[in-house]
Antibody, heavy 121, light 107 residues
Framework: QVQLVESGGGVVQPGRSLRLSCAAS????????MHWVRQAPDMGLEWMAL????????YYADSVKGRFTISRDNSKNTLYLQMNSLRTEDTAVYYC??????????????WGQGILVTVSS | DIQMTQSPSSLSASVGDRVTITCQAS??????LTWYQQKPGKAPKLLIY???NLQAGVPSRFSGSGSGTKFTFTISSLQREDIATYYC?????????FGQGTRLEIK
């Protein structure tokens, strides 16, 4: 069965960096685009970033463009989110999610359980 | 960016009731609309895709309709396990955006 497991979250000071990982299993990882979506405490869902199946195309929300970098290692079945210059407003649960398609964008058909990132001094 | 507006923001209904949530897009998104269910402390779960298609394994009491800018999500007979927050999401272009959510409670 499809499994997505995030790791790397925690408490970090404003201005510092953090890298999230998402380990995928149960499907051919290299066949699918992958997203990061976040949810601030008691708030709704906010799309962050998308990477195509082969890593050649990357897209970002304006709120994180230039600060966050999405990447993937298909040999390790792992998705990453490098988060730099973190702000208190980046505090959220971060989800990785699979896109139904390999390139372009569509529905998010499987989600990880989420990982909490807290940005606080 | 396309804005997705859900109504109502919260809803209280009884077991067995028919429940309807609407989602309006700020511009035409064809049928590029997905509905998710999120239970407290859990990840979202895909229920309906392309506005009206039921995801495999999802109970048939869930349904969706609409196209263009106006969409509807319906639970035909509310069950206790349906207590959750429901989100619509478009994928017509980037950025993908979600509605603000509809919190469903049991009366």
């Amino acid at each position: 069965q499809v499994q997505l497991v995030e790791s790397g979250g925690g408490v970090v000071q404003p201005g510092r960096s953090l890298r999230l990982s998402c380990a995928a299993s149960g499907f051919t990882f290299s066949d699918y685009g992958m997203h990061w979506v976040r949810q601030a405490p008691d708030m709704g869902l906010e799309w962050m970033a998308l990477v195509s199946y082969d890593g050649s195309n990357k897209y970002y929300a304006d709120s994180v463009k230039g600060r966050f970098t999405i990447s993937r290692d298909n040999s390790k079945n792992t998705l990453y989110l490098q988060m730099n210059s973190l702000r208190t407003e980046d505090t959220a649960v971060y989800y990785c999610a699979r896109d139904r398609h390999s390139s372009g964008w569509s529905r998010l058909d499987y989600w990880g359980q989420g990982i909490l990132v807290t940005v606080s001094s | 960016d396309i804005q997705m507006t859900q109504s109502p923001s919260s809803l209280s209904a009884s077991v067995g009731d028919r429940v309807t949530i609407t989602c309006q897009a700020s511009q035409d998104i064809s049928n590029y609309l997905t509905w998710y269910q999120q239970k407290p402390g859990k990840a979202p779960k895909l229920l309906i895709y392309d506005a009206s298609n039921l995801q495999a394994g999802v109970p048939s009491r869930f349904s969706g309709s609409g196209s263009g800018t106006k969409f509807t999500f319906t639970i035909s007979s509310l069950q206790r396990e349906d207590i959750a927050t429901y989100y619509c999401q478009h994928h017509d272009n980037l950025p993908i955006t979600f509605g603000q959510g509809t919190r469903l409670e049991i009366k």
